[in-house]
Each structure stands twice: as C-alpha cells, then as structure tokens.
C-alpha cells in the first residue's frame, strides 16, 4: 500500500476516534443527569455481592478450591456486566430513541455502528472501571489472592463487556419505552443471575442445569474471570469459552443490524 493510502486510513481512523469521542461525551453528560441511572450502575454492583455472602459461604468452598474472596470478585464483576453495562444501555438506547435523537444522529455523518458503539462507550467504560476496583478491592479486604492467570481475567473482562453491551442494544430493539426497559432487561438479569455462577457458583448447581447454564450469554466471561484466579481452564476449555462468547456476541449483533429500530415505537 503506498504512503498516500496508507495516511488516508489514518486519518479515516482519527475522524472515526473524533466522532466516537464526541458522541461519548454527549452521552456520559446525560447519563450523569439520570440520577436513578448512576445509583443503579453504581451502587448496584457494589451492594449485591455482600448480600449474597452469606449464601456463597454455605458451600463447600475449600472442597473445591475456592475461597470466599474468588467467589465473591466473580460476582462483583458478573454484576458490573448486568448493571453498570446491560440494564443501563437498555435504559439509554431506548431513550435516545423516544426522544428522537438517534434519528437526528443518523441524519449526520455518524454510522449506525458508530452511533451505538459512542452511545455504548460511557457505560462500558464506567464497567470497567467498575470491575478494576471490585478486583482490587477483592483481593485486598477479602483475600482473594494472586491470580494464577490474569489474562483469562482480562480477557473475560473484555468479552463480558463486548457481549452485555451487544445484548443490550438487542433487548432495546423489543423495548417500547424507557419505562419498561427494566422489566425487559429483568429475564436476561435473574437467569444469568442464577445460571451464570454470578449469585450461584456454577459449582453448586445440578450437574445438567450447570451444563446449560454454561451456553447463557455471559457464562463464558464469568467463567474466564474466575478461571484467571483459580487457573481451573484448560486450553481446550478457555476456547470454548472464547468461541461461545464471541458466537453470543455475532448474534446480537446481527440481530441488532436485523431489528433495531432508530425511531420511536407506536
């Protein structure tokens, strides 16, 4: 590729990295207007863990090599994903909809996919954060340890992110209004809740709930979280992991290219 081409893509990428930051900004100035928005992405993540402790402390956690502060890391972070994430980009999608601002946006020189990937920026970046603090946090006050393979974490961390970001662009498609976007986020939260090894260790379940509880959207980030502490994967199984994940993550995708909708439901 010669030296014209080559300077056309960079600077194609600096406008792409302009807009997207423009957009984000906008987006972070209004979800830092939503209060019952932040308190949820929030707080949210931070409370649950410790109110599910005194459950996860009743399994035999020593029996399986697990420890209280692994286990409780793993839901701190599995709740970022849920909340600082998926239910708060519900909420945003939808809203940016109703209120016809993504039909301006597309009226400009913004994609569809820089469009929702700007809008999705603040609240992926906010779960990032999030999960950074939870992970120090946790292996501080709860001794959790050193990670045994820190970029199975990592790597959980970005495909949970990618993936409760893709999710909630798709659950906003089939959600009529803001108002509703928690009850439509709701089934997606209590069964990765439950199936997930979020609120219950995978460990703790039935052999065959386990087993498809495995295939749930956000199994395979968890899993590799908690797989960088405990280093339980073997190369076989953190690709399953990946593929699953990335399989969950195309999906939505083209189903949000299929059926999003840029203009208010009636």
């Known amino acids: 590729m010669n030296a014209p081409a080559l300077g056309g893509l960079r600077t194609t990428g600096a406008v792409v990295r302009r807009r997207l930051g423009a957009l984000a900004r906008a ?75 993504l039909k301006r946006l597309r009226t400009g020189e913004l994609s569809d996919p820089e469009i929702l990937a700007g809008t999705a920026l603040p609240a992926v970046c906010l779960g990032l954060a999030q999960a950074l603090v939870l992970t120090a946090g946790c292996t501080v006050l709860l001794h959790a340890g050193a990670p045994e393979a820190p970029y199975l974490t990592l790597l959980g961390l970005v495909l949970g992110l990618l993936t409760s970001a893709a999710l909630a662009a798709l659950t906003a498609a089939f959600t009529r209004t803001a108002e509703s976007a928690q009850v439509t986020a709701l ?12 609120a219950v260790p995978a460990d703790a379940l039935p052999d065959r709930v386990a087993e498809v509880g495995e295939l749930l959207p956000l199994s395979p980030a968890v899993r590799l979280v908690r797989a960088g502490w405990t280093g339980e994967l073997s190369p076989d199984q953190t690709l399953v992991s990946v593929l699953t994940a ?21």
Do not use: H
């Open 246 to 266: 990335l399989a969950w993550t195309v999906v939505a995708v083209f189903a949000v290219r299929r059926w999003f909708r840029w203009e208010p439901r009636r």
């Open 27 to 101: 987006e972070l100035l209004l979800l830092g207007r939503n209060r019952g928005a932040v308190l949820i992405a929030l707080l949210v993540p931070l409370s649950l863990p410790i109110t599910v402790r005194p459950a996860i402390a009743q399994f035999d956690l020593k029996g399986k090599g697990l420890n209280i502060g692994i286990l409780m890391l793993t839901a701190a972070i599995g709740f970022s994903f849920l909340f600082a994430v998926y239910t708060s980009l519900v909420s945003a999608y939808v809203a940016r909809r109703e209120e016809l601002v």
């Open 187 to 198: 089934p997606l939260v209590f069964v990765s809740m439950l199936g997930s090894g979020i």
